[in-house]
């Protein structure tokens, strides 16, 4: 995480007006939250998540890494997922609806940080 950490400060020296960060636990990881000013939580459902995951993930010809996959899911990672749900989305400072079209997502996204910026 020291490494990431340090990007990021490199890119803060570059003087840019935004960085976005893919990152689920937003403010809440100790080397990255103090760099973040805003944070946004995509909320999507379990489901919807796991159906676009095998969609981007996957072809037609590797079904047995999706069983794989589905059993790793269901030992470790859903538990995961759902102490992020409980716990962490307290955390962000605008929550999106993850059932929303990529467009719609990110066009609400956009309109938030408008709003934000014109403050």
């Known amino acids: 995480?020291?490494?990431?950490?340090?990007?990021?400060?490199?890119?803060?020296?570059?003087?840019?007006?935004?960085?976005?960060?893919?990152?689920?636990?937003?403010?809440?990881?100790?080397?990255?939250?103090?760099?973040?000013?805003?944070?946004?939580?995509?909320?999507?459902?379990?489901?919807?998540?796991?159906?676009?995951?095998?969609?981007?993930?996957?072809?037609?010809n590797s079904i047995k890494d999706i069983f794989e996959d589905m059993k790793y899911y269901l030992e470790r990672w859903r538990n995961a997922y759902l102490y992020g749900l409980k716990n962490i989305e307290k955390e962000y400072d605008y929550i999106v609806d993850g059932t929303l079209s990529v467009k719609e997502i990110v066009e609400n996204i956009y309109e938030k940080n408008n709003k934000i910026k014109n403050k």
Do not use: C, H, N, W
């Not at 100790?30 to 909320?43: E, F, H, T, V």
């Open 1 to 60: 995480m020291k490494r990431f950490s340090d990007d990021i400060e490199e890119l803060i020296g570059q003087k840019i007006d935004y960085i976005i960060l893919d990152y689920s636990l937003g403010k809440k990881q100790k080397q990255i939250g103090p760099y973040l000013d805003y944070s946004i939580y995509i909320d999507t459902q379990l489901d919807v998540a796991m159906a676009r995951r095998i969609i981007r993930d996957y072809d037609k």
